[in-house]
């Protein structure tokens, strides 16, 4: 199993920008799509970004897709997620989700590891 963690969060003024880390460590000889979700007090947790383990594949929810990007760099076993123009509605604790089942080439769907969060809080 995968494990992973987040890391890169913090206080910012709103229109500041953050790059958000999701580092895996154990068995990360094996494939996985990786998501990006967040979650505020009181609220559902919300799908942010997903990318395919190549990739060349990536989904992002509608609301923030103008102002986030997401990307991975295998040699560092690490998915960042990139957040420009932060708005005090993006303030949320941002978690990522592993899925070992998405093959190659498919977004996340099953996941089966998570990491603790990391708080990101956007100040007016």
């Known amino acids: 199993q995968v494990q992973l963690a987040e890391s890169g969060g913090g206080l910012v003024q709103a229109g500041a920008s953050l790059r958000l880390s999701c580092t895996a460590s154990?068995?990360?000889?094996?494939?996985?799509?990786v998501g990006w979700f967040r979650q505020a007090p009181w609220k559902d947790r919300e799908f942010v970004a997903g990318i395919s383990w190549n990739g060349d594949t990536t989904r992002y929810y509608d609301a923030v897709s103008d102002r986030v990007t997401i990307s991975r760099d295998h040699a560092k076993n690490t998915v960042y997620l990139q957040m420009n123009n932060l708005k005090v509605a993006d303030t949320a604790v941002y978690f990522c989700?592993?899925?070992?089942?998405?093959?190659?080439?498919?977004?996340?769907?099953?996941?089966?590891?998570w990491g603790q969060g990391t708080q990101v809080t956007v100040s007016s």
């Open positions: 989700g592993a899925d070992p089942s998405a093959g190659n080439y498919g977004l996340p769907f099953e996941y089966v590891s």
């Open positions: 154990g068995r990360t000889s094996c494939r996985y799509a």
